[in-house]
């Protein structure tokens, strides 16, 4: 079994990742920690064999737990789970070694592809010695985050006009409305719409809310950067 600790200052959102990874077979979680100062403290307790940390947390920032696991010995593997997508983050995540690093929102089937690649790298280098390239290779590669992989487009939908709403979208200075991207490209507000949304539930673009004196609030989009 590989065990692991959750870390994650709500304790709702901590209560459904420790359901997510009970459910994954070969893996246990022991604990639970809401802040950084309690993560140090459960993996000298418990001596997981994986963290999984969220960074923004109550006392410190999420990275500056790695260092100090480091400094007192301990060796477990980390796989952040944030919602932080500023790209300092990121990089500084990868400089530290995680094995991962999954963006907030995230379903059970996300983390669960995750967690069965950790496994399988994992067992890889329980070889007492390496046969080739070819393992050093997969060994090494646990320290980069992985590139997430372009989303197929829903039925119905062109890679073309994907690509044309995805570069004004990219070339907007704040945001933009469904009705602003349509006039812009000529194409119909619906199809503007469709697309838009299709980045939001993919995590390419964020969704804001502005409201007018009456009616519905105007739904608008701005593009994610990593």
Known sequence: MIDVLVVEDDFMVARIHRGFVNDVHGFRVIGTANCGEQAL?????????????????????GLEVIP????????CDVMVISAAREADAVRGAVRQGVVDYLLK??????LRARLEQYAARRSNLYAAVVSGQSDVDRAL???AAPAAPT??????MSVETAELIERELRAT??????????ARLGVSRVSARRYLEHFSVTGQAEVSLRYGQAGRPERRYSWVEL
Do not use: I, N, W
């Open 173 to 182: 200075d704040g945001s933009l409305s469904a009705a602003e991207c349509a």
């Open 105 to 110: 929102p995230f379903d059970a089937g996300d």
């Open 68 to 75: 100090r696991l480091r400094s007192a010995g301990h060796d």
């Open 141 to 143: 590669a646990r320290g």
């Open 41 to 61: 403290t459960a993996v000298a307790e418990l001596q997981p064999d994986l963290v999984l940390l969220d960074l923004y947390l109550p006392d410190m920032f």
């Open 151 to 156: 989303p197929t487009l829903p039925k119905g």
